[in-house]
């Protein structure tokens, strides 16, 4: 009877321990499924709550506290993310508003100059007409010398307005002949071409044009430059547009976008045109070390584009 009771009495205490061992397997089950909505499903859910707002055009604050490590992480990505939109977002309506600025001063700058000058060329042309009409043959040649070369002023100051509205000698001569054109006037300027000129399309020519605009600009008047040099390159695939110079230079930013918060939208303008025709701008500059920009365009010859 012994015997057999040891055997019942060791099976009866190992049911004991597997009961126990069940009993603690599932506690600990339990308790990971807690931990798991606890630290995972609901700061995640929170998270994905707070991120739905970003479609309705709201910009959140991620705030979700508690959480795995890799949730953390998660939440200060999207935090990041949606400062740089909300920071960009600044930068974009200050350039429109810069830009619209830009426009009006341009047309108020454009009456201006049509009222001081052409118009009040025109008016003392016609006087010196009208007299002419009213004095002896003599004196009457002497005003109508005077109007006529009022009138070639004029049309000499018009012409010049014209010219800085739209530059005709990009479509009477092309891009390269247009560029030598603007560097005749900055005697401190070396321009080159390097390759075999061809024709590009407009938007492309006008967008160059534009930036070799702004760069000699800038080189002149703000850099302070002792020489500038542009050079136009002719490739199979492209057309690229340096401008180098040995002024001032200054610090060039992470982001182009950044030179919206000190009023700078000149390189914001050209990037924007060249960007939209799949071009490519890069700065570099450095303090009393220059500036040396460079623009890239994709770009075909058009007598070898298939219509």
Same mark, same amino acid.
């Given at each position: ?84 939109? $909300?920071?960009?977002? @600044? ?5 429109? %508003?810069? !830009? #619209?600025? =830009?426009?009006?001063?341009? &047309? ?110 800038? $080189?002149?008047?703000? @850099? ?5 040099? %542009?050079? !136009? #390159?002719? =490739?199979?695939?492209?057309? &690229? ?67």
């Amino acid at each position: 009877m012994n015997e057999l009771a040891h055997p019942l009495h060791h099976l009866f205490h190992f049911d004991g321990v597997l009961h126990w061992c069940f009993l603690i397997a599932l506690f600990g089950f339990a308790l990971g499924i807690v931990w798991m909505i606890v630290r995972i499903l609901i700061p995640l859910r929170r998270l994905a709550n707070q991120a739905e707002s970003i479609m309705t055009g709201a910009l959140p604050t991620f705030d979700v506290s508690g959480g795995i490590r890799e949730i953390d992480q998660l939440r200060r990505s999207l935090q990041y993310m949606v400062e740089q939109i $909300a920071s960009a977002q @600044a930068r974009e309506l200050m350039y429109r %508003a810069a !830009l #619209t600025e =830009s426009q009006e001063n341009e &047309r108020k700058r454009i009456a201006r100059e049509i009222h001081d000058d052409t118009i009040q060329s025109l008016v003392l042309a016609a006087h010196s007409i009208e007299r002419a009409a009213q004095e002896r043959a003599d004196a009457g040649r002497s005003h109508l010398e005077n109007a006529r070369q009022q009138v070639i002023q004029t049309v000499d100051n018009l012409r010049q307005m014209i010219a800085d509205l739209r530059p005709t000698v990009l479509d009477e001569l092309g891009l390269a002949a247009a560029i030598e054109t603007l560097c005749d006037k900055y005697p401190r300027l070396v321009f080159s071409v390097m390759g075999d000129p061809y024709s590009i399309d407009h938007a492309q020519e006008l967008a160059i044009f534009r930036a070799a605009q702004e760069a000699i600009c800038n $080189a002149e008047r703000h @850099a302070n430059a002792r020489r500038i040099t %542009a050079t !136009l #390159t002719y =490739s199979p695939d492209s057309v &690229r547009l340096e401008v180098r110079d040995d002024g001032h230079g200054f610090h060039v930013p992470k982001h182009l976008n950044e030179f919206a918060l000190t009023g700078h939208y000149g390189l914001i303008g050209i990037r924007e045109r060249i960007q939209h025709l799949g071009g490519t701008v890069k700065v570099e500059s450095r303090l009393s070390a220059g500036t040396y920009l460079t623009v890239t365009v994709p770009a075909k010859p058009l007598d070898l584009r298939v219509a």
